[in-house]
């Protein structure tokens, strides 16, 4: 079992930065991809980014290349995803998620976390 606890939503301006992010425990945790959804109501849960834990390869999705970074910290078994150039867009419920990699990239996930609201104002 795979638990996952996500932290650093919150109310942003336009333009600006947010930092979230998901600590990951449970005895097999490693052995999976990490990663990042966005959820907003009346709409389909959506891929954002995702990590290898056992390798530095990252993918994004199309709409945040270029203002979203994955990251890892193996030492503290923590995901972050920094967001910069926000936009009011990118309001959401953020989701961490875990399972293979190659499975969650294209959204079957085995494990989910509990989310944390991000609203970027304009």
């Known amino acids: 079992q795979v638990q996952l606890v996500e932290s650093g939503g919150g109310l942003a301006q336009a333009g600006g930065s947010l930092r979230l992010s998901c600590v990951a425990s449970?005895?097999?945790?490693?052995?999976?991809?990490m990663g990042w959804f966005r959820q907003v109501p009346g709409k389909e849960r959506e891929f954002v980014s995702a990590?290898?834990?056992?390798?530095?390869?990252?993918y994004y999705t199309d709409s945040v290349k270029g203002r979203f970074t994955i990251s890892r910290d193996s030492a503290r078994n923590i995901v972050y995803l920094q967001m910069n150039s926000l936009k009011p867009e990118d309001t959401a419920v953020y989701y961490c998620?875990?399972?293979?990699?190659?499975?969650?990239?294209?959204?079957?996930?085995?494990?989910w976390g509990q989310g944390t609201q991000v609203t970027v104002l304009s």
């Open positions: 998620a875990a399972g293979p990699f190659d499975r969650v990239v294209v959204g079957t996930v085995d494990y």
């Open positions: 449970g005895p097999t945790f490693r052995r999976y991809g």
């Open positions: 990590i290898r834990w056992t390798a530095a390869y990252t």
